[in-house]
């Protein structure tokens, strides 16, 4: 079933139209991380999509702009996506999506170009990274 949290309406290819004035993101089905045995989404990952949420408001209420973005171990990318959904206008330079699980990067990938995002996000595997990612 769909999930809107906050402004990102998060739905599985096919599902109805999204509801209007929401960011929708739209994911395939896949062997990734993303959804929980009871078919909804792992509590982690919508923990982190609020937080995603909060930080968006707090960035554009203090007019703070994102460069880059990290999804590491990225399953099916709902984060890196949701991000790019969600601070689409506070211009992200870059986002990245990595994982060690190639089912993982092809989901990715496909959930990244299903939606339009596909030229922002760089999908590789942790030691593809740029090295100045490394902290």
Do not use: M
């Not at 290819?13 to 509801?19: F, I, L, N």
């Not at 994982?99 to 999908?123: I, S």
């Amino acid at each position: 079933a769909p999930l809107l949290i906050g402004p990102l309406w998060l739905a599985s290819v096919g599902e109805s139209r999204a509801p209007v004035g929401s960011l929708p993101l739209f994911l395939l089905d896949s062997d990734a991380f993303l959804l929980t045995t009871q078919g909804s989404l792992h509590a982690s990952t919508r923990a982190l999509i609020t937080l995603l949420v909060a930080t968006r408001a707090l960035l554009r209420a203090r007019s703070l702009r994102v460069q880059t973005i990290l999804d590491f171990g990225c399953g099916s990318g709902v984060l890196a996506l949701s991000a790019l959904r969600l601070f689409d206008g506070l211009e992200p330079a870059h986002a990245y999506a990595t994982d060690v699980f190639e089912p993982a990067l092809r989901a990715t990938q496909r959930n990244a170009q299903l939606n339009g995002l596909g030229r922002k996000l760089e999908v590789c595997t942790p030691w593809e990274l740029p090295s100045s990612l490394i902290v």
